[in-house]
Every structure is written in structure tokens, then in C-alpha cells.
């Protein structure tokens, strides 16, 4: 089903962009502000304390707004926090009229504790109204949605405020008072969000208990959802990665206005905040390119791809000068920054229960903040001590490193068949069918014909658990490929090991793992499928899990095959069409006819490409 066609999508996007448009807008003011006043390191302190402001709420309301979005309709928090949004904004643009600077300043926080306590409920929402099929594209819109948004508050409120300055000014009094009709943009906006929620549509009804005010104050509610937070180090470490990439974007995003001003000479807001803002349509880009190569599963590798392209935007950025090369550096940053966050926040949704959603939300929102608070404040330690904008990006570079290591440690299997199905990609468009005939919890022995030097990635390709290839000892023990197949866990084989290779074939079927091999012992030569051995039953006897059949199809032909000649299927001119097809699951004890009848059925079932 297309994401268009789920019951208030359009709404609810709306929602969204107008939410983020109407914080970023008056951030984007004060920030400004702050800009055209202040130099060097007081303008980086300012700037970093701003910023800080924005992140406090969510740390200190981690443990509430969890509580409301799981006790309430998430569609009801977010109903009263737009209308809270409109009485926020109003008192914000009071203060402009009045020249009231540090009054709006403080405003910063009230309006982000309306952010952090909207939080929770607003991503949580897509769990409610994604089905499974639908789940990482509404995900990717999100993100794509909230990044727009942000992109345009960047631009619209830059571009304004500098065309609202039509008088001299010696003061932050002096600049508000003259922007202050851009507040009237800000309550418009808050308006109309409410007025879109209104349209949503509630799934989730009220349930639990009344929030425990001394419970909360002595800490008790915060170690309980401590506790639920790491209980799965998959969703901790999401969180962590997602943090350090945050963090890392707030300092350079605090430093940059300071180095443009000294460094690069550029005294004009609407090029220095385009400048950032091509990140946002780096996010954007990034966002598209994450959904696509995500589309049969969430793949993991686009995290370590992400890691990398950042670190090397980060290597580029203090040696470049160039206005236009800075604005690839930015760009390109938004690339693996949205490949990452769309990446880790789709982890972290999926493999989070729906009963505990909200929290897990609020607390990754928690501990972001408590990153991005904690390198802020070293940013204004650092910029108070007399490090320049220069000194804090090699610094963030720094810290990108440990992310990109962190990343490959924990994803470096999903990161080497995601270059594999790249490399392929260019001329093969692998398509699996059927992927659903495999379980997602219980060991599965994978067996199919033998088509090609490639059949090992083709099989994998669309599904997300790894798996487990018996081998030939002497292709495994090539130099340039041994290190790719230990790094896949594949287990060698050889007419003199194969007890032991069985062996650990076996052990990894108890462990509920997929295990793969080709029952015909070889490639086949003609494109037909051989005599199946019965070596397998060895691995699956007694074993609890069941065997599924593949069928490969399309490859013949190729270069990587065993045929004479070279071709491609009809109705395909440069790029060869490739299926993979998994047939429903069988026992354990199958022996070697029934399995080859299996594939028999779904080469005849599904049919053959046409040579």
C-alpha cells in the first residue's frame, strides 16, 4: 500500500513540517540576532548557550513526556501541545515588539519543553498508522518532511530577517524591534499545526496509572526507564550512535557562524545560513537514498556508510575555503548524516514493543540531549579558554572517528554486503520474492541450485538475518577473499573436514541461526539443476527449524556462470534482471527429493526468464 494512501498521512506530515518550521524560525531570529552583534568566541558561547537552551527541556522532562504520550492518546498530546505552541509564540512576539532580547532568549526554552514533551508522541504516531510494508518509507518521509522544514525555517526566516533590517542598529533591542512582525509568522504557523491535528486520528486510547510526582523527584521513574532503555544493547547503542552524531552536529553548526565571520570574511546571514542549510538538503537527498537501499529490509550497512561519509566531510571542511566547496562539505555531510538517523531511528522503532514506545522515545530523546548539552558546554569551556572555530572542528572530527569505529565494530557485516550489493547493482537488479516464506525467529536451513560464482550474495540480498554459507575449503582459503568469508562467519568444507564443518554447521542451527549451502555440490554447467546429495541431512538431522528452498533465476548466462556463451534475458538490454525465490518452508527431515521437487515447483511456478 502506498504511504499516501494511510488514513491522515497528509495531516500529519503537515503537522510536522509546521512544527519544526515554527521552533527553527525563532531560533533562526535569535541566533541572527547573535550573529550581528557578537564576534569570535563570545559569539560562539552565546550561540552554543542558545542552543543549549533548546536541549535542556528534553533532558529534564525525559521521564514526563514518556509518561503522557504512553497514558494518553498520542494524538491528544499532540492536539495540546500545538495549541500551547500558539500561546508560546504570542508571548514570543510580544517580546520582539518590546526589544525584550534576553526575555526571548529565555522564551528559547519554554517553546523547546513544548518540543520535548511533543516529541515523544509525534514519532511514536507512525508505529500507529505505518503497517510493517509501510513502516521504514513513512520513517523516511518523516525525516524527509522534518528536514524540508527545517530547510525552509533556515531560508524564510535568514532571508526576512535580513530584509526587515532597514535602519542602523547598535543593539539587540535595536534588531528585534524591527524583525518583530516576523513573530506574527510564528503564531500563523502554530495556528494552522493545531488546527491540522485537529484532523488526526487517535489509536491509541488512554490506560496505566496517574504519574507519581515523588516517584519522579526522587529519581525512582528515571532508573526504571533507565533500566528499559538498555535492556536491549541493539536499541542502546542506536541511541548512543545517534547522540554522538548530534552532538557533533551542534558544535560544528555553533562554530561555523564564528568562522565564516573571521575565517572566510562573510558578514551576511542569508550565505552563511545556506550555506548550513545545504546540509538539510543533503538530509534530504540522503533520506531518498536510505529509504530505496532499505527497501526489501532496514539495512544496518547504510549506518558504517553514513559513519564514513561524515568523517570525510569533517577531514575536508578546515582545509577548504571555497564558499562552493564548503556548500559540498555541508551537502555531503546531510548525506550521511540522513543515512544514519533515518537508519538508527527505523532500528529503534522496530525493534521496540509498542507498550513501551513512548519511553523508549523520550529516553533516546534524553540522551541525545544529555550529548548535545554536554558538547555544547564544552564548546563554551573551550571557546572561553581561547580555542578558535578551527581548533573545535578538528575536535568534532575527532569524535566522528570513534563513531565511524563504533559503527563498523557493530554493523561491519551489513556494511561489506551492503558494497557487495552495490557493486552488483550496477549491473544486476536482484529481485528476492517471497522473502516472507522465512521465519524471523528459528533456525532455517537454506538449500537451491547452483548457478553462479555470486549465488552466496544473491540468497542474501532481501534478507535481513545474516547467513551462514558452507563453503569449499579451497575457494576459502583464497588470499583476496578469505578475509570477506571469516568476517561472514562462513564455514569451510573439505572432503577430509567435513565432520567438523557439519559439525558447526549443526551448532549453528541450534543457535537458531540460517544456515546455506547447494545440495549439488558444484555449478551447474548447463543451467539446469543436478542430482541433490543427501549431505545436508547430516547438518538438519535432529535439529528444531525447517528447511526452505530457493530457486535463482536469471543469472545463467553471465559471467559469473558456467556457460559457454554469453546473454542476457529478453527484455533487458545492459542490466540482468535476477530473481530469487524462496518457497514455503519443510520439515527438517525432507530428503533430497522432496527438496528438489520443492525448487522444481517454484522454478514451474514462477516461471523462467526468456532467453
Known amino acids: 500500500m502506498s504511504i499516501r494512501r494511510i488514513a491522515g498521512v497528509i495531516p500529519y506530515t503537515l503537522a510536522l513540517f509546521l512544527n519544526a518550521f515554527t521552533d527553527l524560525g525563532h531560533k533562526i531570529i535569535i541566533q541572527n540576532t547573535v550573529f550581528k552583534i557578537y564576534d569570535d568566541q563570545t559569539q560562539i558561547i552565546y550561540t552554543a548557550i542558545l542552543n543549549a537552551l533548546i536541549l535542556l527541556p528534553f533532558i529534564f522532562l525525559f521521564t514526563p513526556s514518556g509518561y503522557l504520550s504512553h497514558r494518553f492518546s498520542k494524538v491528544n498530546v499532540m492536539r495540546y501541545g500545538a495549541l500551547a505552541a500558539v500561546v508560546i509564540t504570542l508571548l514570543i512576539t510580544y517580546s520582539y515588539y518590546q526589544g525584550w532580547f534576553w526575555g526571548a532568549f529565555t522564551l528559547t526554552f519554554i517553546l523547546a519543553a513544548q518540543s520535548a514533551i511533543y516529541s515523544p508522541a509525534k514519532y511514536g504516531y507512525i508505529k500507529e498508522i505505518a503497517g510493517e510494508h509501510d513502516f521504514s518509507a513513512l520513517n523516511a518521509l518523516v525525516q524527509s518532511v522534518t528536514t524540508v522544514a527545517i530547510l525552509s525555517g533556515i531560508i524564510a526566516y535568514t532571508v526576512l530577517f535580513e530584509k526587515s533590517l532597514i535602519t542602523s542598529y547598535q543593539s539587540e533591542a535595536d534588531i528585534l524591534k524591527q524583525i518583530a512582525p516576523l513573530g506574527w509568522l510564528l503564531v500563523i504557523g502554530s495556528t494552522i499545526e493545531f488546527i491540522l491535528t485537529l484532523r488526526l486520528q487517535g489509536y491509541s486510547k488512554s490506560f496505566g496509572t496517574a504519574f507519581n510526582i515523588k516517584k519522579y523527584l526522587s529519581g525512582y521513574s528515571f532508573r526504571k526507564n533507565w533500566v528499559l532503555l538498555r535492556r536491549k544493547p541493539e536499541i542502546f547503542d542506536a541511541i548512543l550512535f545517534l547522540s554522538l552524531f548530534w552532538s557533533i552536529s551542534q558544535v560544528i553548526l555553533a562554530a561555523f557562524g564564528a568562522y565564516a565571520k573571521s575565517t572566510l570574511g562573510v558578514e551576511n546571514t542569508i550565505i552563511v545560513q545556506g550555506l548550513m542549510a545545504l546540509a538539510a538538503f543533503g538530509i534530504i537527498l540522503g533520506s531518498v537514498i536510505a529509504s530505496k537501499l532499505s527497501r526489501h529490509y532496514l539495512h544496518k550497512g547504510l549506518i558504517v556508510a553514513g559513519a564514513l561519509t561524515i568523517t570525510l566531510m569533517l577531514v575536508l571542511l578546515p582545509i577548504t575555503h571555497s564558499l562552493v566547496l564548503i556548500g559540498l562539505v555541508f551537502f555531503g555531510f546531510g548525506i550521511g548524516g540522513a543515512m544514519m538517523i533515518v537508519s538508527l531511528n527505523a532500528l529503534i522503532l522496530s525493534k521496540t514493543p509498542r507498550v513501551h514506545i513512548s519511553y523508549v522515545l523520550s529516553g533516546n530523546n534524553w540522551v541525545q540531549n544529555i550529548f548535545m548539552t554536554l558538547f555544547l558546554a564544552l564548546t563554551t569551556l573551550f571557546a572561553y579558554v581561547g580555542w578558535d572555530s578551527l581548533m573545535l572542528f578538528y575536535g568534532m572530527l575527532a569524535v566522528s572517528v570513534i563513531l565511524t569505529a563504533g559503527a563498523m565494530v557493530r554493523y561491519k557485516d551489513y556494511f561489506v554486503w551492503l558494497i557487495f550489493e552495490r557493486i552488483l547493482a550496477f549491473r544486476y537488479n536482484i529481485i528476492p520474492m517471497q522473502t516472507h516464506n522465512i521465519p524471523h525467529d528459528k533456525a532455517v536451513l537454506l538449500l537451491g541450485n547452483h548457478i553462479s560464482w555470486i549465488d552466496w550474495i544473491l540468497v542474501q540480498v532481501g534478507i535481513e538475518r545474516r547467513i551462514r554459507y558452507l563453503m569449499e575449503r579451497s575457494i576459502y582459503e583464497k588470499k583476496l577473499i578469505r578475509p570477506i568469508m571469516k568476517l561472514g562467519e562462513v564455514i569451510p568444507v573439505s572432503s577430509k573436514g567435513a565432520k567438523e564443518a557439519f559439525k558447526e554447521a549443526k551448532i549453528r542451527l541450534q543457535n537458531g541461526e540460517i544456515v546455506a549451502l547447494f545440495p549439488e555440490g558444484t555449478i551447474s554447467s548447463s ?40 546473454y542476457t534475458s529478453s527484455g533487458s538490454w545492459f542490466r540482468r534482471n535476477i530473481r530469487v525465490i524462496y518457497g514455503e518452508p519443510l520439515p527438517m527431515d525432507s530428503n533430497p527429493e522432496t527438496v528438489y521437487n520443492a525448487i522444481i515447483t517454484l522454478k514451474e511456478h514462477c516461471g523462467t526468464q526468456q532467453a
Open 527 to 566: 543451467g539446469d539443476m543436478g542430482k541433490f546429495y543427501p549431505g545436508y541431512q547430516a547438518i538438519a538431522s535432529k535439529s528444531i527449524g525447517v528447511i526452505v528452498p530457493f530457486y535463482i533465476d536469471g543469472i545463467y548466462g553471465s559471467v559469473f556462470s558456467r556457460s559457454s556463451s554469453r
